[in-house]
């Protein structure tokens, strides 16, 4: 797919550096299959958005790029999904190293039962820092990177159940940023949330895309035309199988969709 | 809006609570009937000399200092057993076991394994332990057959506590990078604790109260003194009131009342014991 635009970081999107990468992936549960031949390049540094009706696989798809879809049993996947041009699903590649590199954001806010600080800490830890000091600076980065130290500094050992939704959904970027990742996916991080805090996880958005490539899979079309530099629209075919209609930079593909159905789909006259 | 629907609906929903109040203080009855009962019969026979003194007289004077101890060796014997198995097994099951026949068949058996009459357990005990691994009539032998009786409880209510855990912890957890043991160890553990104690301490309870196993694989109708060691034979409160009871005649009736007391008192203290546990683990789950 020709891409030729103007990234938000300033770059062009030919110049931008490809990050992520898939290949004619096709994604099976059991006999049923969900995406069909998928190939498309996600530039660094820049957030690209999955749209697309409900149902057409696009919480599937971001799942690829960290391996969530294998807690699914049955879950199989053909074709090249690529993390800087290695093939991660490749039976060499570390799952657990890769998580660490490719973070990812839940539709829900899903913070765990303990306090703000362990929340943010907890990736860390399980990576194997203990020093109680590094811990501290660690958290206060990642929670001050969400635009979120201010208002629970006085309150860290507080619960993170405790935050109101959004608080909380910042608190699990927090957790994300933590562990220092170079791609983080976010999967309808806004949809639990009220607009104001919606709001506020966009700025966020923006200003992380500066240092992490981000991939957002989105029912809101405003939001995917507010936030993201490139714009992938997913349909499902008969089978329910989904595939990728458009892919190109966001401001392309809002205001001059090539395929009718892209068209169609964000006019709204379906979905 | 018309008046006459409305009452009749509220009609229906008085009639429905009133049955269940109705149902509810049937259910609740019997067991404060058994409780007052107990308390009643068997105060008298408490005494400080029942608690501490080993009987005499075939049990119909002296205390039951003997009895109570067994008891405790053996709910602490079977639930060092039972809790490790139980939860590791219960970990295995939900967490990393492939959902397949095998593993169906295994569940299969666990939930079997609660339904097996527990004079069966004993003579397996009596066939393994006893007499295979030469662990003779002893509290060790008593601790492992109740042990085994006591795997189906612990592993089905630790796979329960295990998979009432929500997915999203998780998840979360491992798109972190925590791996699948730490995610076990550190996120889900700490959640499904309460449950497992839970789990655990019914378990003990049943242990407690259990006479037919323990017939015949070390339980004593008449001991001098405490079990000095894992291959002692040993007195238990549910035997003892059996023996007593069915084998002493003349024995005083406010002697085996109050056997009962202890008894009841013993394992309703576990249960305490077991809801005080998880409420502290609820709230710091809360507050933490």
């Known amino acids: 797919m020709k891409i030729n635009s103007v990234l938000s970081n300033g770059k062009m999107v030919s110049q931008s550096k490809t990050k992520l990468k898939t290949e004619a992936v096709n994604l099976y549960y059991g006999s049923f299959q969900a995406l069909r031949s998928i190939s498309l390049e996600i530039p660094e540094r820049a957030i690209t958005a999955i749209i697309g009706p409900s149902g057409c696989g696009k919480s599937s798809f971001l799942r690829l790029f960290n391996h969530m879809n294998d807690l699914i049993t049955g879950a199989r996947v053909e074709g090249r999904v690529e993390l800087d041009d290695i093939n991660i699903y490749d039976k060499s590649i570390d799952v657990v190293e890769l998580r660490k590199r490719v973070g990812m954001v839940f539709q829900k806010p899903n913070p765990f039962p303990m306090s703000v600080f362990e929340n943010v800490a907890f990736g860390p830890k399980r990576h194997g820092i203990s020093n109680r000091a590094e811990l501290e600076e660690i958290v206060e980065r990642s929670l001050r990177q969400a635009v979120l130290w201010d208002e629970v500094k006085d309150k860290l050992e507080q619960s993170g159940l405790a935050l109101s939704g959004g608080q909380q959904q910042r608190l699990c970027i927090s957790r994300v940023l933590a562990v220092e990742p170079e791609v983080i996916l976010m999967d309808e991080p806004c949809s639990a949330l009220d607009p104001v805090a919606t709001l506020k996880i966009e700025d966020l958005m923006r200003s992380l895309a500066e240092n992490y490539t981000i991939v957002i899979v989105t029912h809101n079309m405003q939001q995917a035309a507010r936030v993201s530099d490139m714009a992938a629209f997913l349909m499902m075919e008969e089978d329910r199988a989904g595939v990728l209609v458009e892919y190109g930079p966001t401001s392309e593909l809002f205001t001059n969709p090539k395929d009718k159905r892209t068209e169609d789909y964000i006019t709204g006259r379906f979905g | ?288």
């Open chain 2, 1 to 288: 809006m018309r008046a006459g629907a409305v009452s009749k609906r509220q009609l229906s929903q008085r009639t429905a609570f009133s049955l269940l109040i109705v149902a509810t203080i049937i259910v609740v009855l019997p067991v404060l009937a058994i409780v007052i009962q107990i308390i009643v019969s068997g105060a008298d026979a408490i005494s400080w000399e029942f608690l501490t003194q080993a009987p005499s007289q075939a049990g119909k004077a002296g205390g039951i200092l003997p009895a109570i101890v067994g008891t405790f060796y053996l709910m602490l014997g079977t639930i060092i057993v039972a809790l490790p198995l139980g939860v590791m097994a219960g970990i295995y099951l939900t967490e990393y076991a492939r959902d397949n026949w095998f593993t169906r068949a295994i569940n299969l058996a666990i939930v079997n394994l609660a339904g097996v009459p527990s004079i069966v357990y004993g003579l397996f005990g009596l066939g393994v332990f006893v007499l295979m691994f030469h662990f003779g009539m002893s509290l060790l032998s008593a601790s492992l057959t109740l042990a085994c009786q006591a795997l189906a409880m612990t592993v089905t209510t630790s796979r329960e506590a295990i998979l009432a855990v929500p997915r999203e912890y998780r998840e979360g957890s491992l798109a972190v990078g925590a791996t699948r043991w730490q995610t076990i160890r550190h996120l889900v553990l700490p959640q499904a604790l309460p449950g497992i104690i839970t789990g655990a301490v019914f378990a003990m309870s049943r242990a407690a109260g259990e006479t037919a196993p323990i017939l015949v694989v070390g339980a004593a109708f008449l001991l001098p003194g405490l079990p000095q060691s894992p291959f002692d034979q040993f007195m238990a409160l549910p035997y003892h009131l059996y023996t007593v009871a069915a084998h002493v005649p003349g024995m005083p009736k406010s002697t085996m009342w109050g056997v009962v007391l202890v008894l009841l008192v013993v394992v309703l203290s576990f249960n305490v014991l077991a809801t005080i546990i998880r409420l502290r683990a609820r709230q710091r789950r809360l507050n933490a």
